[in-house]
């Protein structure tokens, strides 16, 4: 809303580059272990026609990865990484912090036309989704309300103090932190919830149990191929929506 109703002030976050580079930067967030259903497969596959989408329009993608799948999956496609970031699966904001600021730099820098990150989106215990986010610039919500325009028959006027620069300056880059540290929480619990979910665990610990109770269900499933039928455990109340999910595919990347 302070972006909105700041008049002519503006900020290097909410713009593309005076100069258009052709360059993106491309965070791709994956896992460091595997036997997690279809999690690595589905965000790697929406990173992979991410790429080959922007090379057809002309950009240079800039690749930049998160866990070790995404590094062995881009090796064997033979796609350059520029970077990687060993965040783990249990994220810090103070490590998501750097990141995010050495992105904002660069791209108010002029380096990249965007910054977007591929990341499982959770959206409940049932629904984990592959999405690209744009993360600079920063974009002003749809609608004429969000656009700053008055209802009809309505007057605003806005009084900023400190001066609107000023509450940009420090609100802005905030949002960016937040929204990729969210990305990365994001990815760590639709990780979790899909291992969960295909049972790969030697044991029924109770810290599995705990976990396995804050998502909803009622057990740990133990459903290792290599297990006689008589020795595996199955959920008693998996969702209808998680059955259908891609679950027992196992393909390590």
């Known amino acids: 809303q302070v972006s909105q109703h700041a008049g002519e002030v503006s900020h290097p976050l909410l713009g593309g580059p005076a100069r258009p580079t052709r360059k993106d930067l491309v965070l791709v ?12 497969s589905n965000v790697l596959r929406t ?13 240079n993608p800039v690749l930049e990865v998160s866990g070790r799948k995404a590094v062995a999956f881009f090796r064997f496609q033979k796609v350059d990484i520029a970077a990687r970031h060993a965040i783990g699966d249990k994220p810090q904001f103070d490590a998501v912090d750097a990141v995010a600021q050495t992105y904002m730099d660069r791209f108010v820098a002029g380096e990249f036309d965007t910054v977007k990150v591929v990341y499982m989106r959770f959206i409940s215990n049932a629904r984990q989704r592959p999405e690209v986010m744009q993360l600079l610039p920063l974009s002003l919500p749809k609608g004429d309300a969000a656009a700053g325009k008055p209802e009809a028959g309505a007057s605003q006027v806005y009084e900023f103090l400190p001066s609107p620069r000023a509450l940009l300056d420090e609100l802005l880059p905030r949002s960016v932190k937040v929204s990729l540290f969210q990305a990365f929480l994001d990815a760590v619990v639709s990780e979790n919830v899909m291992r969960m979910a295909i049972g790969n665990f030697p044991v029924a610990s109770d810290e599995r ?6 998502m909803g269900l009622n057990g740990v ?15 008693m109340d998996i969702p209808h929506e998680i059955k259908r999910w891609e679950f027992l595919d196992l393909v390590e990347l």
């Open 209 to 214: 149990l705990t976990f396995a109770k804050q």
């Open 29 to 40: 967030i994956a896992s460091d272990r595997g036997l997690c259903g279809a999690y690595n």
């Open 221 to 235: 499933v133990l459903n290792t191929p290599q297990l006689p039928a008589t020795q595996r455990w199955e959920y």
């Open 47 to 59: 990173a992979g026609k991410l790429i080959a989408e922007m090379r057809k329009a002309g950009q």
